[in-house]
């Protein structure tokens, strides 16, 4: 019995210790490791003046952060490079006897096409491309990628560039349960099917939708590479927005809310009966002005004769200001008359609302069919 359970230990520790090893291994990628060598090899290696080895030489656990490296071959032939380090593999191979540079390029996904001064030179990943000292430019291109493009100043080193290549389009789809909606992402309809998906090009696009033909909205939404997004609409709400903007400006809500005719006849109609109240209450004063200038001539009448006449000219100044105060009143109530039936029409007409959303959806197993159709940006 103790036997088995001496045996059963030692059987716990084993696979305690195969595990530690697994783990381990699986975590060195993880591991910050900085690779540093040279051609030829046996080169000392400086790291911010402190000599840590020679070449080869593989630095671990190294915290990011600026690093400056010197390694020197002899009196006659060093390699200094300062580089601020955030991390992950890096790689400095210094080559003391060549004329030229190699660099070698992996991509994620491979076969990218590499062209090297607009020359293609191959397709990734490429090891030991010899590349002649000074300033080059080097593209990497594979359809239904980002192109990348870089000038890069070549040196007497081993350059190793790895780079996640960035896919340029995301998926969307029109979710309308049942709606008569119509939705066009960068002037390109989309159909209104939760399984199709059609790829749309990543960045900022311009989503108009449309419902029942009678409201419309604009959104703006960034898409995301190789993200799936499904288009949700909010509809029979009550809103207060549009009879707000008709309290401010008349006729605004009304005419964001797509009743354009509308709101273009309360704006005009406000604002013809406000300049009409304006311009009447200017001659309004002037008359009244004039009925006290007549007023005064009146009482300072010199004799009988001159009192009738001057009273009949008093007379008819009061005439023309109680003439101009009621035209006045007149403009001044069709003006408030006006912009209350404005925001009475806002709030019975224009209180519902319109909206849409973009969220991203999960791609497993909904059955998604491949898209056939692109929807790029119009070009400007």
Not at 10 to 27: A, G, K
Not at 37 to 43: H, Q, R, T, V
Not at 191 to 202: A, H
Not at 229 to 256: A, H, N, R, W
């Amino acid at each position: 019995m103790k036997n088995n359970i001496f045996f059963k230990f030692i059987l716990f520790l084993c696979f305690i210790v195969l595990i530690s090893n697994i783990y381990s291994q699986e975590n060195d990628s993880l591991i910050n490791i900085i690779t540093i060598n040279s051609d030829p090899s046996g080169a000392e290696v400086f790291l911010n003046s402190s000599l840590i080895g020679k070449t080869p030489f593989t630095l671990k656990n190294q915290s990011p952060g600026k690093l400056a490296f010197l390694i020197k071959l002899d009196d006659k032939n060093s390699f200094s490079e300062t580089v601020h380090y955030n991390g992950g593999e890096l790689v400095i191979y210094p080559l003391f006897n060549a004329d030229h540079s190699i660099l070698e390029i992996i991509t994620k996904p491979d076969n990218a096409f590499v062209y090297f001064n607009d020359s293609l030179v191959g397709t990734t990943p490429i090891y030991d491309l010899i590349i002649p000292l000074g300033l080059h430019e080097i593209k990497i291109e594979k359809d239904d990628y980002i192109k990348y493009e870089r000038k890069f100043n070549f040196q007497r080193k081993k350059t190793k560039w790895n780079y996640n290549l960035t896919y340029k389009y995301g998926f969307v789809n029109s979710n309308v349960n049942g709606l008569d909606i119509n939705l066009k992402v960068n002037g390109i309809e989309v159909l209104n099917d939760d399984k199709q998906f059609v790829k749309t090009e990543i960045g900022n696009s311009t989503f108009e939708a449309s419902w029942k033909n009678e409201k419309s909205i604009s959104r703006y939404f960034k898409i995301e590479p190789e993200k799936y997004y499904s288009v949700v609409y909010k509809t029979d709400y009550f809103t207060p927005v549009y009879m707000l903007e008709s309290m401010i400006i008349p006729g605004s809500g009304q005419f964001t809310d797509d009743a354009q005719i509308k709101g273009v006849l309360y704006f005009l109609t406000n604002v013809a009966f406000g300049y009409l109240f304006l311009n009447e209450n200017s001659n309004y004063k002037e008359k009244y002005d004039s009925y006290n200038s007549a007023k005064v001539n009146y009482m300072d009448a010199k004799n009988e004769n001159d009192a009738i006449q001057l009273r009949t000219v008093m007379e008819q100044a009061l005439n023309d200001v109680n003439s101009s105060a009621d035209k006045k009143n007149i403009y001044l109530g069709c003006f408030i008359g006006a912009y209350l039936l404005n925001v009475l029409d806002a709030f019975v007409f224009h209180t519902e609302g319109f909206d849409m959303e973009l969220i991203e959806v999960n791609n497993h197993n909904l059955g998604i069919n491949t898209p056939q159709l692109e929807i790029k940006y119009p070009l400007k």
